[in-house]
């Protein structure tokens, strides 16, 4: 079965070659937005697994096997997620699925992911229906998005939280996500002046911004595709919003986003769930700023860091799975992966730590706050 390829990839392993055959490899299956509205965000998010992966290609493989991505695309359509899991999982040689986007997408898929009993590691949402409770094939690495509309809620209410509006899009990962921030009403004893649904798939902004001009609101908190956001965005500096504050959600933490945005960008507040790209004082991000200067890359972007962290847990996990005879399957993986205990993906002392156990799929609870400042990095 023939499969289009992000590219051939391999890992780093210490382990005896002799019981493998030559040319052995793991597949490892992804379907992903590789066009359409979250294409940007997704070709970051790639790039930083691939960067990671790349560098371990030279060290020669886990015991012997080389990795490789296949990958899809869905066109951020969950119709097309769900079909492209089920030629995936038809592979015997695809031992996971890895590092999917959207949560509408990944609620499509759970049901192969339980008749296939294969692992999806690290999926690029932070649906709460993800992490509770416990999916025993989902194994999340990014903390939640209500941690993180929860983190924006509370500073831009710091002047009165009454003052915030939220606009989000009408479907699971919309609804899920401005959970945190209503959290924040609620301790408040208020509720949102504005609270306005987006259309998916033709997002219309025009009801939004009219009532957040009308309320004299002084921020917003917009969730939606980076595409979607961008627009909104736009429209509301046209709008009479030219001195609302904008915060946004970390699914949009990517450069393409910032660049649809243009004049627009500066000042808009975008939630973190990794350290910041240009702290090199945390291992992993020297370590990606290194890999990332090699080829020529001059900035990082958290989406990015994303992909490199995924990529750090999923060679974790894939190194303590071939520990033994180097034969990893589905079902030594997810083991291998319940057994990580304080695994350090930072690459040293002051690196980042995951834990996973049987009960507990969560990874990392890290949220952080980042404006984008004129030149179009993310500053924090």
Not at 76 to 95: C, G, H, I, T
Not at 106 to 118: D, G, H, K, S, Y
Not at 146 to 165: F, K, N, P, Y
Not at 297 to 313: D, F, N, Q, S
Request: aromatic share 6%; glycine share 10%; with cysteine.
């Amino acid at each position: 079965m023939q499969y289009p390829k992000f590219g051939t990839l391999v890992l780093s392993a210490f382990l005896s070659l002799s019981s493998l055959p030559a040319g052995a490899e793991i597949r490892i299956g992804q379907t992903t937005g590789i066009t359409g509205p979250v294409a940007a965000s997704v070709a970051d998010i790639n790039l930083g697994a691939k960067l990671y992966l790349d560098d371990v290609n030279a060290d020669g493989g886990i015991a012997g096997q080389s990795i490789d991505l296949v990958t899809l695309d869905d066109k951020n359509q969950p119709d097309l997620s769900l079909e492209n899991a089920k030629k995936l999982v038809a592979d015997s040689r695809v031992v996971a699925l890895f590092l999917n986007r959207g949560t509408p997408h990944t609620q499509a898929i759970m049901p192969v992911l339980e008749e296939a009993r294969i692992v999806l590691l690290a999926p690029s949402s932070g649906a709460m229906v993800l992490h509770q409770p416990v999916n025993p094939w989902i194994f999340n690495v990014r903390t939640t998005y209500q941690a993180e509309s929860e983190r924006l809620a509370r500073h831009l209410g710091m002047t009165g939280i009454e003052q915030v509006g939220l606009c989000y899009v009408n479907d699971s990962f919309g609804t899920d996500a401005m959970q945190g921030a209503l959290k924040v009403f609620k301790a408040a004893g208020k509720t949102p002046a504005v609270s306005e649904p987006i259309d998916k798939t033709k997002p219309d902004y025009t009801t939004c911004i009219k009532k957040l001009v009308e309320k004299k609101q002084l921020a917003v908190i917009m969730i939606g595709s980076p595409v979607s956001v961008a627009a909104g965005i736009k429209a509301l500096r046209i709008g009479g919003g030219s001195s609302i504050t904008v915060g946004t959600l970390s699914n949009n933490a990517s450069t393409g986003f910032v660049n649809d945005l243009g004049r627009d960008r500066t000042g808009v507040i975008v939630s973190q769930v990794f350290p910041s790209e240009r702290h090199l004082a945390t291992p992993m991000i020297a370590e990606a700023s290194r890999l990332a200067a090699a080829k020529g890359i001059k900035e990082l972007t958290p989406a990015m860091i994303e992909g490199y962290a995924a990529a750090k847990v999923l060679v974790a996990g894939l190194r303590k799975a071939a520990e033994g005879n180097g034969q990893i399957t589905r079902a030594s993986f997810k083991r291998a992966l319940e057994a990580l205990n304080h695994a350090n993906i930072g690459g040293g002392v002051g690196g980042v730590e995951l834990t996973y156990g049987p009960n507990d799929h969560s990874g990392l609870a890290y949220v952080d706050l980042s404006f984008i400042s004129d030149d179009g990095t993310f500053r924090r």
